[in-house]
């Protein structure tokens, strides 16, 4: 089957190549413009690139296509090696492996990139992924330490300061902040809060919410291991 990720970055590709093939042609007597306009074509490839990584989580982060979207990310990262793309979909395949529960695949696959995820000098891009695998590990230290509030803003995944609350046993807090994801955003990103608003709901023991947020969770695809823990435990 055809790799929509990799059909559509080759495409990208492509069409720069001809777009720079052309202004040599037309150009092929002054050099000046070339130089120029290849310079605005980068700027401008590097613009493409940047809406390509921010549209494709969009693409894969369907709670119906779980399995599938597996195996695409994963060939994807074999076949295209821009960095940028590239750390983009080793993100979203760990974030795969994770919310599927496959453990194994996802301690094993985090620690084969662990050079290029837990190097210091590194940006925030991997910051997210150290803080989850921290808390999946219950390496509650670890997460407190690299967790910084100052990210907040340009992280702009709630998500992570709700699992900063629970670890420190602020649930009030942590729910309300769960509270302000519309229920329109079906997402997986969207189920994860709900999970983590239902443990808030049972530490603080609010029976009727938390009835309404399992039957909410149980109605999403139980490939998704937040799902399925709920189901296991509250619909025998």
Known sequence: MKNKIVLSYRFIILVYYLLVFLIVIIN?????????????????????????????????LSNKYIEKNLSTVKEAIDKIHNKSINDS?????????????????????VEQNSKRIFDEKQNRHWYT????????????DEYLKLYDPQLDNKVKNPLFKIMYLILNEEYEEALELSKKVTSQQKDIGYIMKLYYRIICLEHLEKENELNDCINEMVEFNDQIHYVKEIKDKYKK
């Open 28 to 60: 092929i007597n002054h050099l000046e413009r070339v130089l120029i306009y290849s310079l605005i074509l980068i700027v401008l490839f590097g613009i493409v690139v940047h809406v390509y990584i921010l549209n494709i989580p969009k693409l894969l």
């Open 89 to 109: 979909l080793i993100t979203i395949y760990i974030f795969l492996l994770e919310i599927s529960n496959y453990k194994e695949e996802y301690q094993n696959f």
């Open 129 to 140: 992924i150290k803080l989850q695998y921290y808390y999946n590990l219950n390496k509650k």
